[in-house]
């Protein structure tokens, strides 16, 4: 497999970022200016020196890099070594010109300790996902190759309170919210950022995640340019309208926290949405 990596100019973080030659998704979108931009606003609402950031599923950095820049303590996760090579990088550089700092976890985030076979998609290099114990790749991701990677449970690495958690591990998130419980339990003031994807969740049902997300407190939308508080009855039902196995929705949460960061325009686009929308 082709390792190669450039760099490349992105003018709104005043750096150069390191992206993998071979990705077809998120190295483009960043060599044309960013990624996720509405995740990443929502995201930096939220940073503030010296705040504490946890994030899972980290890749080559985007959100870990844009913590530290604004002067975050951030715990990253990356389990796949030759994607962790990029993101410890892009880290350096990014403390080189910000007040934060980075530690960087080459785990997988789970429930418990052990080690596993990661699945990588051949093209999309955001799409790696960790199989249940003697599972082969999934049946959507042809051409995948694996590696054997170590699984740690939070909590025995990261001791909270965090202000901002990012999960992102494709499948992977209930298993890393069950070994985060000390964590969450030590972090009532919480943002959330979190992939929804039930076709490829491992360990519970869309319906169970978002069930543990509202026993936690968090109020919860899409992460979107308007984000309105969902129920998860109403979640479930909008993801359920999408491609199962294209398509996810990245969620946003809070608790303690404000949900709606932006101005009064932003409200009512908020509010519109929430009236127009199913």
Same mark, same amino acid.
């Given at each position: 497999?082709?390792?190669?990596?450039?760099?490349?100019?992105?003018?709104?973080?005043?750096?150069?970022?390191?992206?993998?030659?071979?990705?077809? /998704?998120?190295? +483009?979108? /960043?060599?044309?200016?960013?990624?996720?931009?509405?995740?990443?606003?929502?995201?930096?609402?939220?940073?503030?020196?010296?705040?504490?950031?946890?994030?899972?599923?980290?890749? /080559?950095?985007?959100?870990?890099?844009?913590?530290?820049?604004?002067?975050?303590?951030?715990?990253?996760?990356?389990?796949?070594?030759?994607?962790?090579d990029?993101?410890?990088?892009?880290?350096a550089?990014?403390?080189?010109?910000?007040?934060?700092?980075?530690?960087?976890?080459?785990?997988?985030?789970?429930?418990?300790?052990?080690?596993?076979?990661i699945?990588?998609?051949?093209?999309?290099?955001?799409?790696?996902?960790?199989?249940?114990?003697g599972g082969?790749?999934?049946?959507?991701?042809?051409?995948?190759?694996?590696?054997?990677?170590?699984?740690?449970?939070?909590?025995?690495?990261?001791?909270?309170?965090?202000?901002?958690?990012?999960?992102?591990?494709?499948?992977?998130?209930?298993?890393?919210?069950s070994?985060?419980?000390?964590?969450?339990?030590?972090?009532?003031?919480?943002?959330?950022?979190?992939?929804?994807?039930?076709?490829?969740?491992?360990?519970?049902t869309g319906?169970?995640?978002?069930?543990?997300?509202?026993?936690?407190?968090?109020?919860?939308?899409?992460?979107?340019?308007?984000?309105? +508080?969902?129920?998860?009855?109403?979640?479930?039902?909008?993801?359920?309208?999408?491609?199962?196995?294209?398509?996810?929705?990245?969620?946003?949460?809070?608790?303690?926290?404000?949900?709606?960061?932006?101005?009064?325009?932003?409200?009512?686009?908020?509010?519109?949405?929430?009236?127009?929308?199913d």
């Amino acid at each position: 497999m082709d390792h190669a990596t450039r760099t490349v100019p992105v003018p709104g973080l005043g750096l150069d970022f390191e992206v993998l030659n071979d990705d077809e /998704i998120i190295g +483009p979108s /960043i060599a044309a200016g960013g990624w996720e931009e509405h995740e990443t606003r929502l995201f930096k609402a939220h940073l503030s020196p010296g705040c504490r950031v946890l994030d899972l599923g980290a890749n /080559i950095g985007w959100f870990a890099v844009q913590a530290v820049l604004a002067g975050a303590e951030v715990d990253a996760f990356e389990p796949v070594p030759h994607i962790a090579d990029v993101l410890e990088r892009n880290i350096a550089r990014a403390m080189e010109r910000g007040s934060g700092s980075a530690r960087v976890h080459r785990y997988a985030a789970g429930e418990a300790s052990s080690s596993a076979e990661i699945f990588l998609a051949s093209s999309n290099r955001g799409d790696n996902r960790v199989v249940d114990s003697g599972g082969g790749a999934p049946a959507d991701m042809d051409g995948a190759s694996a590696v054997e990677i170590q699984i740690r449970k939070v909590d025995e690495l990261v001791q909270g309170p965090i202000d901002v958690l990012k999960i992102d591990t494709q499948g992977s998130e209930w298993h890393a919210l069950s070994g985060a419980r000390s964590l969450l339990d030590a972090s009532p003031d919480l943002a959330l950022l979190i992939e929804f994807w039930p076709y490829a969740l491992r360990g519970a049902t869309g319906a169970e995640l978002l069930a543990l997300l509202e026993s936690e407190g968090f109020c919860m939308g899409k992460a979107t340019a308007a984000p309105y +508080p969902m129920s998860p009855a109403r979640i479930l039902r909008q993801a359920e309208t999408r491609d199962p196995v294209k398509s996810g929705l990245d969620l946003y949460a809070t608790r303690g926290k404000a949900f709606h960061v932006g101005g009064a325009v932003d409200r009512l686009r908020s509010l519109w949405r929430s009236i127009k929308e199913d």
